[in-house]
């Protein structure tokens, strides 16, 4: 089976399917000048209704890729990873790298989004979560989604107030992290799985007995 082949390597095969569905897509995008959005009026409304609106389309597509996971061939790597998740996601950044204007109402938002993320992270860890999308629990999977698109928002907004100002000895990693980004998304994995078994023939059995994650991880 591909899915027992590739194991933790999905993503790279999602990846390479973003890149041929999404570049075409986006190189068209680029030759369409971004609207002008004032100040104030209609325009700002749309776009912080938008932010507001986008995990609802994120738990739209979580419905949508059930029926249709069963017929893709990426059912055969993805374990069940949603991609059109993946893709909105990818599709968004680059929408507010065209928008400049979309990009700083976002900014100016993000301190909202994070006290969003933390309220709802702080109720995750008092709620039973588990086996949430396998049950079809939609309430509970609108507010993953909505965490998720909010810690996004909110990471997305620290990043480009505090990364700018940092001090020369550790902007100087930073940049040379940032220039690597896709080298680092494509080894992340290979790397976790290294330290992972490391810790597996250090520790032993008791090291998957106690640890969930990493004896997923492992599996």
């Known amino acids: 089976s591909p ?43 749309l776009v912080r209704l938008m932010l507001l609106l986008l995990p609802l389309v994120v738990w739209a597509a979580e419905h949508l890729w059930i029926p249709i ?7 055969l790597f993805g374990a069940g990873k949603n991609f059109f998740s993946f893709f909105l996601f990818v599709l968004f950044g680059f929408f507010l790298a065209w928008c400049k204007e979309a990009h700083e109402i976002l900014l100016g938002m993000s301190g909202f989004f ?51 100002n940092l001090p020369k000895f550790l902007a100087v990693p930073f940049d040379y992290i940032a220039d690597r980004a896709i080298a680092v998304y494509v080894l992340h994995k290979l790397l976790e799985a290294c330290v992972l078994t490391a810790l597996f023939y250090a520790c032993g059995s008791s090291f998957l007995a106690s640890y969930t994650i990493p004896r997923f991880a492992l599996q």
Not at 136 to 163: C, E, S
């Open 3 to 45: 899915s027992i082949v590739i194991g933790p390597f999905w993503y790279l095969m999602y990846l390479y399917v973003l890149c041929i569905t999404g570049l075409p897509l986006f190189l068209l995008w680029k030759k369409v000048p971004p609207p002008s959005i004032t100040a104030r009026g209609l325009s700002t409304v």
């Open 114 to 164: 994070a006290g969003v993320s933390v309220s709802l992270f702080s109720i995750f860890l008092v709620t039973d979560m588990d086996g949430v999308r396998r049950n079809g629990d939609y309430i509970k999977i609108l507010l993953m989604d909505i965490f998720a698109v909010a810690t996004f928002y909110a990471v997305w907004g620290v990043a480009h107030r505090v990364l700018p």
């Open 69 to 75: 996971s069963s017929r893709s061939f990426l059912q």
